[in-house]
């Protein structure tokens, strides 16, 4: 079964509105959780890495002001698309690096989120 | 900056054929994923390889890994229709992911 929980998983919203995204760690915790974006047909863009207690670290071109990111328990990292406008609407993944026990060190992924900005 | 290259971007082929998928990256890594995505779904875990000369077989596929050359090849073997999905290699530290390869395989 899953061990990275994204809700939800496609949400329509309004240009100018905000969309919160989250991303569980079902049966480990996750100091570290990693936010991508996917564009139709293109490869995976590592947003930002969520530290759990801590600031998130964005990518190089990638607002943090606009897509605000919570990591505020050790199985739990929000994405927040702040006035989202369409040219956000993409497919967004999640994924937590498990640290202990069965697959230790291997990069789980969410089901991803799929947000269309009408 | 860590780049990686995936060839081909896009293959087409006959169920029972085989074919090898190439990931060549540019700076040393410790660890390096295969994954698989099916349209609209997110990314399923296929392989990690951690070492030099790693090797790792499910099924049809198998990948290995070569430090030394920064390759990491995924082969498929007899290709059957399911396994047509777009495949991706990704690389720490960082994870940065290849393009894909959008694999097509045909009856």
């Known amino acids: 079964g899953a061990v990275v929980s994204q809700h939800p998983s496609w949400v329509i919203c309004k240009s100018g509105t905000s969309v919160k995204i989250e991303c569980r760690s079902l049966?480990?915790?996750?100091?570290?959780m990693f936010w991508y974006r996917q564009f139709p047909k293109q490869s995976l863009m590592l947003m930002a890495t969520?530290?759990?207690?801590?600031?998130?670290?964005?990518e190089q071109g990638v607002e943090k002001d606009k897509f605000l990111i919570n990591h505020a328990s050790l199985t739990l990292s929000t994405l927040t698309v702040t006035s989202a406008h369409p040219e956000d609407s993409s497919f967004y993944i999640c994924?937590?690096?498990?640290?202990?026990?069965?697959?230790?060190?291997?990069?789980?992924f969410g089901e991803g989120s799929r947000l269309t900005v009408l | 900056e860590l780049k990686v290259e995936q060839n081909p971007l896009f293959l087409s082929m006959q169920e029972g054929k085989n074919y090898t998928i190439y990931c060549n990256y540019s700076?040393?890594?410790?660890?390096l994923y295969w994954y698989r995505q099916d349209p609209g779904k997110s990314l399923e875990s296929l392989f990690v390889l951690l070492s030099n000369g790693a090797v790792k077989q499910e099924g049809r596929l198998m990948a290995s890994l070569d430090t030394k050359a920064r390759l990491s090849t995924l082969h498929i073997t007899a290709a059957v229709h399911d396994l047509s999905a777009t495949y991706f290699c990704?690389?720490?530290?960082?994870?940065?992911f290849g393009k894909g390869t959008h694999l097509i395989i045909q009856p």
């Open positions: 969520s530290n759990e207690g801590s600031k998130a670290t964005y």
């Open positions: 994924s937590a690096r498990r640290l202990a026990g069965v697959g230790t060190g291997e990069l789980f």
């Open positions: 049966d480990f915790q996750a100091t570290t």
């Open positions: 990704a690389v720490d530290p960082g994870l940065t």
């Open positions: 700076t040393t890594s410790d660890r």
